[in-house]
C-alpha cells in the first residue's frame, strides 16, 4: 500500500476555485488515481479518476468544472476546482488503486463552499 496526504481544503464562496493536492508516499506510477467526495448523510462517490495511462473519469455533477491531474515525478495528484456550488461541500478523499492490490485511501480534507 502507500500512504495518501490530501491538502488544499477550506472554505471558499460560490463560484470560487480551489486546488486540491494529494502526496503518497511512494512512486504512484502504477496506479490508477482518483478523487472520491462524502457529504454529510450521504455515500462516498467519485468525482474523478485518472488511469496510468491518462484516461479520465469525471461525475456528471462537476463534469467542465473540475480537473484531475498528476505529477508522477512528486508523486502527486491534484484536483482542480472551479465555479465551486454548495453542494460540492464534503470531505474530499484521494484513492490509489491497482488491481491486485487492497486501495490506498487518504485522511481526507474539507471543502466547504458558503453561498
Known amino acids: 500500500q502507500v500512504q495518501l496526504v490530501e491538502s488544499g481544503g477550506g472554505l471558499v464562496q460560490a463560484g470560487g476555485s480551489l486546488r486540491l493536492s494529494c502526496v503518497a508516499s511512494?512512486?504512484?506510477?502504477?496506479?490508477?488515481m482518483g478523487w472520491y467526495r462524502q457529504a454529510p448523510g450521504k455515500e462516498r462517490e467519485l468525482v474523478a479518476a485518472?488511469?496510468?495511462?491518462?484516461?479520465?473519469n469525471y461525475a456528471d455533477s462537476v463534469k467542465g468544472r473540475f480537473t484531475i491531474s498528476r505529477d508522477n515525478a512528486k508523486n502527486t495528484v491534484y484536483l482542480q476546482m472551479n465555479s465551486l456550488k454548495s453542494e460540492d461541500t464534503a470531505v474530499y478523499y484521494c484513492?490509489?488503486?491497482?488491481?491486485?492490490?487492497?486501495?490506498?485511501w487518504g485522511q481526507g480534507t474539507q471543502v466547504t463552499v458558503s453561498s
Open positions: 484513492a490509489a488503486s491497482r488491481v491486485g492490490l487492497s486501495t490506498s
Open positions: 511512494s512512486s504512484i506510477f502504477i496506479f490508477s
Open positions: 485518472l488511469t496510468r495511462g491518462g484516461t479520465t
